[in-house]
């Protein structure tokens, strides 16, 4: 990954090849893909250790917690021993096309794999439409996180914070409007005057 990110410094993203960061990296090309099925791989790191270790976090959790609580801690922990030198900033590498793509198809795969996790925690039934709804939920707040990341990098963390709060909180009443408990008022213009009847 780090020779990726070197060339990428010097080349930018669509000057960087397979081949190149793979000489780069002192190996053969066979080498680099027993590590990464693609060049996007080489610059999002390995995603798949970043989903065993959410399903390591809901599979570990106290029984009593919900899974969305436990998926929120582990998705908004920081890890202090992420090497950031040289590292691209998620926002600079979904300015690329492939990257999105590649992302995309991780999470496609990522939403399969939480549903069955989930299934498995939550002892549901074959069947029950559940589980494939709260890894749905998990899988569209990583992916909102990442949206917002490519706007606003700042402000990533506390999105995600907004997003698992009101999947926590529940969704029953977003985007419902109030009523007015004001009365309307009449209109004047079609009100017409009481008349006075004359008894004779």
Not at 14 to 19: F, H, L
Not at 71 to 96: F, M, N, T, Y
Request: aromatic share 6%; with cysteine; hydrophobic share 40%.
């Amino acid at each position: 990954m780090m020779a990726a990110r070197r060339l990428y410094r010097q080349r930018g993203f669509q000057g960087v090849t397979t081949a190149a960061i793979a000489a780069e990296a002192g190996v053969a090309p066979r080498t680099f893909f027993s590590y990464f099925e693609t060049k996007e791989d080489a610059f999002l790191g390995p995603g798949d250790d970043r989903m065993d270790r959410l399903v390591q976090a809901i599979r570990e959790r106290d029984r009593g917690e919900p899974i969305l609580i436990a998926a929120k801690r582990e998705l908004l922990r920081r890890r202090e021993d992420r090497p950031h030198a040289a590292r691209p900033e998620l926002s600079e590498l979904l300015s690329h096309r492939s990257i999105v793509a590649r992302l995309r198809e991780r999470w496609n795969l990522w939403e399969d794999a939480l549903a069955k996790c989930i299934a498995e925690e939550a002892r549901a039934r074959a069947g029950d439409p559940e589980p494939m709804v709260v890894a749905a939920a998990i899988t569209a707040a990583i992916r909102a996180a990442a949206a917002a990341a490519q706007r606003n990098p700042a402000r990533r963390a506390a999105i995600a914070e907004r997003i698992f709060g009101l999947l926590t909180s529940g969704m029953a009443t977003y985007g419902a409007r109030p009523s007015s408990s004001r009365p309307k008022s009449p209109n004047r213009a079609t009100e017409r005057p009481l008349r006075r009847t004359s008894h004779r």
